[in-house]
């Protein structure tokens, strides 16, 4: 695979000089709403790093011990000026250590080349994935790496992840930034995903987009972090994608139906028009790859959606089936108004987890609902390509019509049938995983370990779950004395 190859239709976010800043409205709206609704502060600007014990209450299980690293956007003010998109926001790190019943914490930003320019500068200088900042020239894409969206530790190592870019390696330990992880020389700064798969061998999959470029990259790499294979597949119309999901035999890709608009006035995702209505209207594409080759296999055509995640995927003879979350058109471009304070309709209520398979000697792909609003799929690590009948995702309960996910699940994939806990108002849940314990003999024999944020108070908790009854509400709530910023996604490491 060559780099000049990939990149010759354009940086993987094709972004060209425009205007300094679009406006400062964001700013004002934001600070305005706040001071009607102090519950805002869960979207507030962050500023320097965080330390601290939390409080427990109940009991964290003798077994559970380990740490859970977690990454979000935690920057989104510089010099008087708010981003407009909630994805902007500078790389926030979290590390929650879990020991002997104990709980602390650690938070700090990723000092990436773009976080310390512009601290420099005291204003933003370069694009964001939403909002056009054109002050200072880009070098290429790791000059706008905000390395906001996963925290991986893999191989001894720690990074922090984003999508358009290079993965960024932190000190596990004290979440200091040690640098661009590059696997090969000339694959410097291309994009690799925030979601990686971990396959049963302990080695990783992933992929990074070329949008506007036609072009998926891919990358396998082993248990100890050397690139074991690098590929490209041509998908033509190929706009946003943030995820895949992998199977014993297979990597497979939702491409949602967007035109990728031309105007470099806009911003990357101001530019994706909406191309799944109409007399023209496109279907959502599901692309398998293969990992013995790492070549198209095959194409199916599913009704349009705009899809974020995914749960796992298994093969069954001539067919493989996975979970994915499905959203409507509108669902990239809904969470500018959080930046604004407006309390955003409830993305959450307008998705569902469906459960895709895909018959290769057909070539039709069949889709049925499984489980109702919901986001943040995840299974059990060792289920992760092979056949898995239990899935943890968050939901909105019916009381809530803003963007709020307040209920923790665990799906039946079988049945539909979910095991709940839903969380007292003025509280908002973000991803919860799935744990093991050591030798565990079922997808439930282990523990459902996330966080919580309870606006009212401002403050930030680590809540853990029995995985086998998670209606029964946490076995413990680990409460800190401060609030941290929202993270999208995380894993735990056992000691």
């Given amino acids: ?284 594409r599901a692309v398998v790859v293969s990992k013995a080759t790492l070549q198209l296999r095959q194409v199916f055509d599913l009704d349009p959606h705009m899809v974020f995640h995914f749960g796992n995927a298994f093969d069954d003879g001539q067919t493989t089936r996975f979970d994915a979350v499905l959203h409507g058109a509108g669902a990239l471009a809904s969470f500018g108004a959080l930046m604004r304070g407006e309390r955003a309709p409830n993305l959450a209520a307008h998705s569902f987890t469906a459960q895709i398979r895909l018959d290769y000697a057909s070539g039709k792909a069949h889709q049925a609902r499984l489980f109702g609003n919901s986001e943040f799929p995840r299974v059990m690590p060792q289920t992760v390509g092979r056949r898995h009948r239990k899935l943890a995702v968050l939901s909105s309960a019916a009381r809530n019509r803003e963007h709020i996910l307040d209920t923790v699940n665990l799906v039946d994939t079988d049945t539909g049938k979910a095991d709940s806990f839903r969380f007292d108002a003025g509280w908002l849940a973000e991803e919860h995983v799935l744990v093991p314990r050591r030798n565990a003999r079922s997808e439930t024999d282990g523990y459902l370990l996330g966080v919580v944020q309870d606006a009212r108070r401002s403050e930030t908790l680590l809540s853990v779950f029995d995985a086998a009854h998670v209606a029964d509400g946490p076995l413990a709530l680990a409460r800190l004395g401060y609030r941290t910023p929202i993270c999208f996604h995380g894993n735990f490491l056992p000691a």
Avoid: C
């Fill in 1 to 284: 695979m060559n780099r000049r190859q990939l990149l010759a239709s354009g940086a993987a976010l094709g972004l060209l000089p425009a205007t300094a800043f679009p406006n400062t409205d964001t700013f004002k709206q934001f600070h305005a709403a706040r001071e009607r609704d102090p519950t805002l502060a869960v979207l507030a600007n962050m500023v320097g790093e965080r330390a601290g014990d939390a409080v427990v209450k109940g009991r964290i299980p003798a077994d559970l011990d380990g740490v859970f690293f977690r990454n979000g956007p935690g920057r989104f003010e510089l010099g008087g000026e708010r981003y407009h998109h909630w994805f902007d926001g500078d790389g926030y790190a979290q590390r929650w250590q879990i020991s002997q019943g104990k709980v602390s914490h650690r938070g700090a930003f990723v000092a990436t080349q773009k976080f310390i320019d512009e601290s420099e500068a005291g204003q933003f200088l370069y694009p964001a994935f939403g909002t056009q900042i054109t002050r200072r020239g880009i070098r290429g894409n790791d000059t706008m790496n905000a390395a906001n969206t996963n925290l991986l530790p893999f191989g001894g190592r720690l990074y922090a992840l984003w999508e358009g870019g290079s993965a960024t390696e932190l000190d596990p330990r004290t979440l200091a930034t040690v640098g661009i992880r590059t696997w090969r020389d000339d694959l410097k700064s291309m994009p690799f995903s925030a979601h990686p798969k971990i396959d049963q061998d302990g080695s990783m999959w992933n992929f990074g987009a070329l949008p506007g470029g036609g072009r998926l990259a891919l990358y396998h790499v082993g248990p100890d972090g050397p690139l074991l294979a690098a590929g490209v597949v041509e998908v033509p119309q190929l706009a946003m994608v943030h995820d895949f999901v992998i199977s014993g035999q297979h990597l497979i890709f939702l491409v949602p139906p967007y035109d990728l608009l031309a105007d470099t006035a806009l911003s990357f995702a101001e530019r994706h028009a909406w191309a799944g209505s109409g007399p023209a209207a496109r279907p959502m």
